[in-house]
């Protein structure tokens, strides 16, 4: 699966988002007919899938997970917090951070 950056088409959506939310950065990738809108918060990332020609299949939402589990370098996570929620057409997976200073204090 190849991700193409396309955040420059989609400025609107990323300002809504940056002005809306708690995220400090948004990013927005393609993967075929799959639009990825990638957001980093403090406390949490959140990744949408969005194809609105069919389902996102089990295997893309696995391989896009763990495309972007890698960019998360300024925090920690545990795999069984993530929760990813599956509509029609669209998946949100929702990861909660946990800062470094916080999880090595325990």
Same mark, same amino acid.
């Given at each position: 699966?190849?991700?193409?950056?396309?955040? /420059?088409?989609?400025?609107?959506?990323?300002?809504?988002?940056?002005?809306?939310?708690?995220?400090?950065?948004?990013?927005?990738?393609?993967?075929?007919?799959?639009?990825?809108?990638?957001? $980093?918060?403090?406390? %949490?990332?959140?990744?949408?899938?969005? /194809?609105?020609?069919?389902?996102?299949?089990?295997?893309?939402?696995?391989?896009?997970?763990?495309?972007?589990?890698?960019?998360? %370098?300024?925090?920690?996570? %545990?795999? $069984? $917090?993530?929760?990813?929620?599956?509509?029609?057409?669209?998946?949100?997976?929702?990861?909660?951070?946990? %800062?470094?200073?916080?999880?090595?204090?325990?």
């Amino acid at each position: 699966m190849k991700f193409v950056n396309v955040t /420059n088409s989609h400025s609107r959506l990323v300002l809504n988002q940056l002005e809306n939310t708690d995220a400090h950065m948004v990013k927005v990738y393609t993967a075929g007919n799959t639009t990825i809108v990638y957001t $980093e918060a403090p406390e %949490h990332n959140e990744i949408l899938l969005i /194809n609105e020609n069919r389902k996102v299949q089990p295997k893309e939402i696995e391989e896009v997970k763990k495309y972007f589990l890698k960019k998360i %370098h300024d925090a920690v996570y %545990h795999e $069984e $917090e993530i929760k990813v929620i599956e509509l029609a057409g669209l998946v949100e997976i929702s990861i909660p951070k946990h %800062h470094l200073d916080t999880e090595f204090a325990m």
